[in-house]
């Protein structure tokens, strides 16, 4: 692609930015990056908004959409302020804590009146949201963040620095309990955040990062910051933190109300309450929308939420994600030692087939790696797997078992889970292999989250939600790489899967700061992933949220956040 380039103004625009920045502004100017991929990979590296649009304007590119679209809590409102909304979600798993929240549920009520240092929006972009900007040194090992200044607790206290640095010590601790340890095991530990002065923050990273920012952000939704010193066991009775709501009341199994912050730092939110009904069944929250009690229901899925498609009474708003699920067998327990056993059990699934049946076309198929192809590095040359029995049955049969054997999944009854599991042993049963099901609560699925304690991590088979991130970064380390608890590494591998091969190509992708090396080494990832299988990721969902009709400004994300700062009704 040829552009036309207003060199003198590019060079201008060059000035202040740094190697890794100046080397994406080249890849985009020489036609090498998408306008799309260049922004994206723009606001990763801390290009603000308005530098961004001037580069694709000197570069004959239109600059009128070229901001992050979203709505952060600093995204200017729009809309008759003054209304009620009330929202249904998924109702919490436990306690409502920084550190230890790992549901769709309890990320949002954390979300609710916690902010992060970015916002990752629906289009795959980083905003500016506690951090204004943010840069790396050459080697995209340390990350520097300014913090916004003007910024107060709902206790009063003024944003700083140290709260940023308490906060990340905090959850990065690898002794500690902290859910975030997914995200930044082999990334980041406590002495790597270091305070620079008031209101700057460096991090500095146990390796190379090209995508660190995200981390930052609301996809690794741990990690709003809480003031320096305070317990976040105490969270929940106080919901403490810097958004555009405080918390009214939050009753455990039952719901929570929000109230408009009055001393908020940007743009106040227009309504002046939100009430959340919380729902353990998708088919409550549907008859809560269809029969006027709700305005918003923050997620469904078309299995069972049929009623609120193609219905005008209802705005579907539909989000293209990398939502999936995972299923996980054990590679240290027979039969599924064998990488045979485990491709055979992938070949029986028709996937275009399941994504029609659960889905109705609002998914993409998956080819059994976690690079969903709403990813720009996803290497979509490698070839993809379909269904063949013949096959599975031959290599069944080559590992030893010719008759099949019998096993058993546990999984949860949430969304369609239930449905794909039933479809996951019917198709097994086609090469002999007999899948016994055990669908339990999600309390009960996820027990404490960890190795001993947990059905999710410790069944030999295992069908687990995995909600959207913006890069693969999670999905690559936390459930496939080698579990290691001193290195905080495979923190959530189900699977107990280990290979030094894949950890070194782990290694190098996140490293990797240029688009066309994560593409190359995504190709080998996803090569090695197909010959081993530990896992078999089948599709990647979009996430569906629905409002009822004259309710406008609902912006949700599709790792499962509803942010309501911008809504109204008529």
């Known amino acids: ?34 306008r799309r991929d260049f922004i994206r990979r723009a606001t990763v590296v801390g290009i603000s908004a308005p530098v961004l649009g001037s580069i694709l304007a000197a570069c004959g590119s239109s ?35 920084p550190v230890t929240v790992a549901d769709q549920g309890g990320l949002d009520m954390l979300a609710q009146t916690g902010e992060y240092l970015t916002l990752s929006t629906q ?18 090992d340390v990350w520097t963040f300014k913090i916004r200044q003007g910024v107060k607790f709902h206790n009063g206290a003024s944003l700083t620095a140290d709260d940023v640095v308490y906060t990340y010590q905090l959850q990065t601790n690898p002794k500690g309990s902290s859910n975030a340890l997914s995200a930044f095991g082999g990334v980041l530990t406590p002495s790597g955040v270091k305070k620079v002065d008031d209101f700057t923050v460096a991090f500095h990273l146990a390796a ?9 952000s609301s996809d690794n939704y741990n990690m709003i910051i809480i003031p320096k010193g305070y317990n976040p066991a105490s969270w929940q009775s106080s919901f403490v933190g810097t958004g555009p709501f405080t918390l009214g009341s939050y009753t455990p199994k039952s719901g929570a109300t929000f109230t408009r912050n009055a001393s908020y730092w940007g743009p106040k939110a227009l309504p002046s309450q939100t009430q959340f009904t919380f729902y353990d069944t998708q088919d409550s929250g549907v008859v809560g929308l269809t029969g006027g009690t709700i305005d918003v229901i923050g997620q469904f899925s078309v299995s069972g939420g049929q009623a609120l498609l193609n219905n005008s009474s209802y705005s579907v708003i539909k989000l293209k994600s990398s939502a999936h699920r995972q299923l996980s067998m054990r590679n240290d ?19 275009p087939a399941i994504v029609q049946a659960l889905f109705k076309g609002f998914a993409d198929v998956g080819n059994d790696s976690p690079f969903a192809p709403v990813f720009p590095s996803t290497n979509t040359s490698v070839a993809q797997r ?22 058993q999944l546990i999984t949860e009854n949430f969304l369609e889970i239930p449905e794909y599991a039933q479809i996951i042993a019917q198709s097994a049963a086609a090469i002999g292999v007999k899948i016994n099901l055990k669908v339990e ?25 995995y909600g959207h991130r913006s890069v693969p970064n999670v999905f690559l380390t936390a459930p496939l790489e080698t579990i290691n608890a001193t290195a905080g590494t495979g923190a959530w591998n189900a699977a107990h899967f280990g290979n030094a091969q894949y950890d070194k190509l782990v290694g190098q ?33 979009n996430y569906l949220t629905a409002t009822a009709s004259g309710v406008t400004g609902a912006y949700p994300t599709a790792i499962g956040h509803l942010f309501l700062n911008n809504a109204s009704k008529s």
């Open 123 to 140: 289009n795959l972009t980083l905003k500016p949201v506690l951090a204004t900007s943010w840069s790396a040194n050459s080697t995209a």
């Open 386 to 407: 379909v269904e063949d029995v013949a096959k599975a049955k031959s290599l069944l049969a080559a590992a030893g078992h010719p008759s099949g054997f019998s096993t």
């Open 208 to 216: 190379p990062n090209g995508n660190f920012p995200y981390l930052t």
């Open 333 to 351: 327990q027979a039969p599924f030692t064998d990488p045979r056993v485990r491709q055979a059990i992938a070949l029986t699934l028709n996937r």
């Open 1 to 34: 692609m040829t552009r036309n380039i207003d060199h003198r103004r590019l060079g201008r625009l060059r000035q202040g930015q740094g190697e890794i920045a100046n080397h994406i502004i080249d890849e985009f100017a020489a036609g090498r990056l998408s």
């Open 63 to 97: 600059s009128s959409s070229s901001a992050p679209a979203g709505s952060s809590s600093s995204a200017a409102a729009a809309g008759t302020p003054g209304a009620v909304i009330k929202a249904g979600i998924v109702t919490p798993t436990a306690a409502i804590n």
């Open 441 to 465: 609560t999600s309390t009960a699925y996820y027990g404490k989250a960890t190795f001993g304690n947990s059905d999710w991590l410790d069944a030999t088979m295992s069908l687990v939600d």
């Open 509 to 541: 992708y996140i490293a990797a700061v240029d688009l066309s090396t994560q593409k190359s080494l995504a190709g080998q990832i996803e090569t090695l992933l197909l010959d081993q299988t530990p896992i078999v990721f089948g599709y990647f969902y």
